[in-house]
């Protein structure tokens, strides 16, 4: 075991039903044990007992601190200790070395101890945590609502003559309101099975729209009483607002830069020289996806209303960049904007 004034650094390699934890001291790197808690309040303070055992104020490197590992960060967040979030291992890693669930938990406490893994673990406790929850909600009530619609607009495709060209020439809405509305009777007939079913299907479609009005209502309050400033951005509405606070969480001073920020939108640009080719960059594929997709709606609507906006993408095709290359630019133009808006600034704040 460590003596008392080592640090000592735990990596976790999480699970549904345990966690697996290696120690290691931080100046050193060496390895004082190995320890499987289950994933309970107990097993979390089990665990936090055996490492300040091993040594003073111990950091804990955790992979998948937005899933399994959500419960034991926030635990230990709690309880004042600084949280690391892991990426897991790759292929490639696993591969050379192996895979068991204490050479995982090793490679995260290696991660942290090497510095590859420095940044401090998302937290959605508070405001953002309700957000990503109903956020969650709405993602999947919107979805079922559009496929729903569309098996309506399927059935119409095989339905019988008269009913087809009853309905097929119907909007949206009044579709789902005279489906919602038939009376097909006993089902003795293909046309009345139809009518059974697009009642069935229009009174769900109804159902759902009225799911994602309480759902948008929460939403747009809570986005707006945690981030006035950000909603005020041109293009900027609840729903894009709400992906970028998720993105954030609600510790986002962790974020060390507007560059970071960026990369964890996916909108930074990856160089890509080698040779004689230099200078040039692609596309980064990595990152919160929604939150890069929040950056496109913001870009797409600045391009069709935001004079500025509008005036740069003519100046950048005269000087040869296509319009998706454009785009990317955009992106992490409104990437930088956002984070000033995200990240609380001291320094404005005493200045002021």
């Not at 893994?117 to 559009?146: E, F, P, Q």
Request: charged fraction near 25%.
């Amino acid at each position: 075991m460590a003596q008392a004034e080592h640090g000592v650094t735990v990596g976790v390699d999480t699970h549904g039903d345990a966690h697996v934890a290696a120690a290691f001291t931080s100046d050193l790197g060496r390895p004082l044990g190995y320890l499987e808690v289950a994933t309970t309040p107990a097993g979390y303070r089990r665990l936090l007992e055996w490492a300040r055992s091993l040594g003073n104020d111990p950091r804990f490197g955790v992979e998948g601190t937005g899933s399994y590992g959500a419960g034991l960060a926030r635990f230990l967040d709690v309880a004042g200790c600084t949280v690391i979030e892991v990426n897991r291992p790759n292929r490639r890693t696993r591969y050379a070395r192996g895979k068991s669930d204490p050479v995982d938990a090793e490679a995260a406490a290696r991660a942290v101890l090497s510095g590859e893994a420095c940044g401090i673990a998302k937290g959605d406790t508070d405001h953002v945590g309700m957000i990503r929850a109903l956020r969650v909600a709405r993602r999947s009530a919107l979805k079922m609502r559009t496929q729903t619609f569309q098996q309506m607009k399927a059935l119409l495709v095989t339905a019988p003559a008269d009913l087809r060209e009853q309905l097929r020439t119907l909007s949206r809405d009044r579709l789902v309101e005279t489906a919602a509305n038939m009376r097909p009777g006993r089902v003795t007939t293909v046309a009345a099975a139809v009518k059974l079913a697009l009642k069935g299907l229009a009174q769900r479609h109804q159902l759902l729209t009225t799911e994602l009005a309480a759902l948008d209502g929460d939403l747009d309050r809570l986005v707006r009483a945690v981030a006035p400033t950000l909603c005020a951005l041109t293009g900027v509405g609840t729903d894009v607002a709400g992906a970028m606070l998720v993105a954030a969480g609600d510790n986002p001073e962790r974020l060390r830069s507007e560059g970071a920020f960026a990369n964890l939108c996916g909108a930074a640009p990856l160089p890509a020289s080698s040779g004689k080719t230099t200078g040039r960059h692609r596309l980064n594929r990595g990152g919160d996806r929604q939150a890069n997709c929040a950056l496109w709606r913001v870009v797409i609507v600045r391009l069709a209303t935001h004079p500025s906006t509008k005036a740069y993408m003519a100046r950048r095709t005269q000087e040869g960049l296509s319009k998706r290359e454009i785009i990317w630019c955009l992106k992490r133009y409104v990437a930088r904007e956002v984070y000033r808006e995200l990240v609380p600034r001291p320094e404005l704040a005493v200045a002021a």
